[in-house]
């Protein structure tokens, strides 16, 4: 899941966030990322490698489309792009995961 290069694990790691988190604000979860050295992007791009998706309070209305970034996203994943679309659950779990490496000095 972390690949090491140069010493930095999120170096090549550029993320995108849509929807709302609720487990913490958004420039927060961006706040995060930049400490680890990863990179925030606004939109999904050719670089973007994960999109964090958080709660769509508009999901529990019927005829619900996608979110914008979500679609990029796929169509990306369509074409080959290697991008992983992850809930914030998943971010969260990632990012403990992440600190325990860093606490075992890994």
């Known amino acids: ?3 090491k290069r ?10 995108v966030f849509t929807g709302t988190l609720t487990t913490m604000t958004r420039k927060q979860a961006q706040a995060i990322i930049s400490g680890l050295e990863g990179h925030n992007q606004s939109s999904v791009t050719k ?10 309070p508009i999901d529990l209305i019927k005829g619900y489309s996608p979110s914008q970034k979500l679609t990029e996203a796929e169509k990306a ?6 991008l992983i679309i992850m809930s914030e659950k998943e971010f969260v ?3 403990a995961q992440f ?3 860093l606490a075992k000095g890994l």
Request: hydrophobic residues 35%; without cysteine; proline residues 3%.
């Open 1 to 3: 899941m972390f690949k």
């Open 6 to 15: 140069g010493g930095k694990l999120l170096e090549n790691e550029y993320f």
């Open 47 to 56: 670089k973007t490698t994960r999109l964090v998706t958080g709660y769509f």
């Open 77 to 82: 994943i369509e074409s080959g792009q290697p």
């Open 93 to 95: 779990d990632f990012l």
């Open 99 to 101: 600190f325990q490496l």
